[in-house]
């Protein structure tokens, strides 16, 4: 079963990533109510609100961190 196929889907950026204020700003909107309904998940399975909040910050900054390494050739 997919649980996040519940969430919907994240739509297309409008702006190019050159508009970085706009592009960002969009960015965030798209993933604000996404965002909200995995907390909401994780919440009702039991999970406390903020652990989980403060996990995706940490899985986020991890991704990053891969994504940096990757495109230096590290």
Known sequence: MD???G??????PTHQ??????YETE???AL?????????????AG???RTAASTLMFLA???VSAAAKASAGG
């Open 47 to 49: 999970w406390n609100r």
């Open 61 to 63: 900054a991890q991704q």
């Open 27 to 29: 960015c965030r909107s």
């Open 7 to 12: 969430l919907g889907s994240v739509p297309a």
């Open 17 to 22: 990533a050159k508009e970085f204020l706009a």
């Open 3 to 5: 649980a996040m196929a």
């Open 32 to 44: 604000q109510p996404l965002l909200a309904g995995l907390l909401d998940m994780a919440e009702a």
